[in-house]
């Protein structure tokens, strides 16, 4: 019998409220993935592959894989709907080791990270409507890390300390952790309503953009033959190639790898809702259809929004003379693209609702990934393999309330540190890399386990999870050569992770008494 069979057993999931169905887990899907990503990555994309086609190609190919990848975790969820999510499915078919690095590389970066980048970016546009929440307005200033350089790699270069605007992102961290530990009902609101409002916002923007907002410098600069200009497949591209000021010729496919990375991170953590899983009314049903709607609707909505860009500002800012346009999508205030495209429709008080509307959309962000991050390490303490108290319920709200707890503690220090910016850049390689190990283990599975009951199977299987498979690789690869001051690190951080298992497993930790009392 399995590890998950023997721990994660019927009478363990009644421990949890069943409080999420499917209008719930659905936006769960889609509030996790809209955050700030999506209002100023474009300008960085446009940067890199200088067109307007390349610009939407990047984001068609980032749609591509993920929607192929959440019909691929569909059938995993309904397998196995555990708290833990994709934890339960790498501990599952790859082994304890592989659930343990994913679970030590989530909690340390990647949702920690997450979580604390998105409270800050409350923060900063918080500080549009109240000058006094600043990054530069230091309430304890204690330290400036000097950048380090490691080869390729960079270190350091960050300001540690309590200033007005990580004050109030730690502020929104405790605040959303403390409304979760009152119920999964209470997050489950909480995050309807927030992502209903931020969609709203964003279908705004689009209708706005096509009803009155496109301008003829832009329609002129973007479209026509100028929509196809350096997006042909012979055409070269020059890219930076990590911190020493080289750089390189690269291909259009390769281009727009490099340029996926704002585009990916956009798109990410529709998996969240996997973590959830021990909480959701008929999983079987409930999980693969808020996987496929919520990442196909999102994934609709980004791509429309970048038209819209494209039909209110000119990609290149200062190729063109531009007499009723301010500065195009690659030179936007602070990468702040949809801001200046409200702007441009409305004036000020145009940019004064883009930034209510982002204030909305990192709110609503993080209480999806503070509801779904917390059931990862619960999922970790039952296996003996996170600290034990974190793997038990709260004997009330049925919550996990120490895990949401320490998830808390573990962001507001990153809050502090100043490096969650550089952890989040670290971990592109091994988000993707463990995308990549999960579908391999969708294959693992259908070979170790043909019998198990399967009541969604992945559509479009084996080919299209080979083909993002293969895709996630080319992309990793890439990343590894052009940007290795991100890549590497993340890989270290993974395989750190390697002599940790161990010790952790040396102790002879068994699972704690809450687990044991359910066996």
């Known amino acids: 019998m399995s590890q998950l069979?023997?721990?994660?057993?019927?009478?363990?999931?009644?421990?949890?409220?069943?409080?999420?169905?499917l209008t719930s887990a659905t936006t769960l899907v889609m509030g996790s993935m809209i955050g700030s990503g999506v209002f100023i990555v474009a300008a960085d994309i446009a940067r890199i592959v200088e067109s307007p086609a390349l610009?939407?190609?990047?984001?068609?190919?980032?749609?591509?894989?993920?929607?192929?990848?959440?019909?691929?975790?569909?059938?995993?969820a309904a397998m196995m709907p555990k708290a833990g999510g994709q934890y339960v499915y790498l501990r599952e078919a790859l082994g304890p080791l592989w659930g343990f690095l994913y679970g030590w590389t989530l909690f340390l970066v990647i949702q920690c990270g997450?979580?604390?980048?998105?409270?800050?970016?409350?923060?900063?546009?918080?500080?549009?409507?109240?000058?006094?929440?600043?990054?530069?307005?230091?309430?304890l200033h204690i330290w400036k890390v000097p950048a380090i350089h490691l080869g390729p790699m960079v270190l350091g270069n960050m300001e540690v300390g309590?200033?007005?605007?990580?004050?109030?992102a730690i502020s929104t961290i405790l605040l959303l952790s403390a409304?979760?530990?009152?119920?999964?009902?209470?997050?489950?609101?909480v995050q309807v309503v927030f992502t209903t409002a931020k969609i709203?916002?964003?279908?705004?923007?689009?209708?706005?953009?096509?009803?009155i907002g496109s301008t003829p410098e832009a329609l002129s600069a973007n479209f026509g033959?100028?929509?196809?200009l350096n997006a042909g497949w012979g055409a070269l591209h020059q890219i930076p190639v990590g911190v020493g000021g080289a750089t390189a010729l690269v291909s259009t496919i390769t281009v727009i790898a490099v340029a996926q990375v704002g585009s990916l991170f956009s798109a990410d953590a529709w998996n969240n809702v996997t973590f959830t899983a021990g909480e959701v009314r008929n999983p079987q049903r409930n999980l693969p259809l808020s996987l496929a709607i919520g990442t196909g609707a999102v994934?609709?909505?980004?791509?429309?929004?970048?038209?819209?860009?494209?039909?209110?500002?000119p990609l290149w800012g200062d190729s063109y003379s531009l007499t009723s346009v301010g500065r195009g999508i690659q030179y936007a205030s602070e990468d702040r693209v949809a801001t200046a495209v409200m702007q441009q429709i409305m004036g000020q008080s145009g940019a004064k609702l883009m930034a209510l509307a982002i204030l909305v959309s990192t709110f609503g962000c993080n209480n999806g990934l503070i509801l779904a991050g917390s059931r990862v390490y619960y999922a970790m303490a039952r296996n003996g393999l996170f600290f034990h108290s974190v793997g038990r319920l709260h004997p009330r709200f049925k919550t996990p309330h120490l895990s949401l707890i320490v998830q808390a503690i573990w962001a507001s220090f990153l809050c502090l540190s100043g490096s969650y910016g550089q952890l989040l850049d670290y971990t592109i390689f091994a988000v993707l890399l463990f995308y990549i190990l999960t579908l391999v283990g969708l294959f693992v599975l259908r070979r170790t386990r043909p019998d198990a009951p399967r009541p969604y199977r992945a559509i479009g299987y084996p080919w299209l999870p080979a083909i993002y498979i293969v895709m996630a690789l080319f992309i990793d690869v890439v990343l590894l050569v052009y940007k290795p001051q991100y890549t590497w690190p993340g890989l270290v951080i993974v395989l750190l992770g390697i002599p940790v298992y161990f010790l952790w497993s040396r102790k002879g930790v068994q699972t704690p008494p809450s687990a044991a009392s359910t066996e």
């Open 162 to 168: 309590l200033n007005t605007q990580n004050l109030v």
């Open 114 to 139: 997450t979580i604390a980048a998105v409270a800050v970016a409350f923060g900063k546009f918080l500080g549009v409507f109240l000058p006094g929440v600043s990054s530069t307005n230091w309430i």
């Open 200 to 211: 709203a916002s964003l279908l705004g923007l689009i209708l706005l953009g096509i009803w």
């Open 225 to 228: 033959a100028n929509f196809w």
């Open 179 to 189: 409304v979760n530990v009152f119920g999964v009902r209470t997050g489950a609101i």
């Open 55 to 76: 610009l939407i190609a990047a984001w068609l190919v980032t749609g591509f894989m993920t929607i192929v990848a959440a019909l691929s975790y569909g059938e995993l």
């Open 299 to 313: 994934i609709l909505i980004y791509i429309a929004v970048n038209f819209i860009y494209l039909l209110v500002l």
């Open 5 to 21: 069979a023997k721990e994660s057993n019927p009478r363990e999931d009644q421990e949890f409220v069943k409080g999420l169905g």
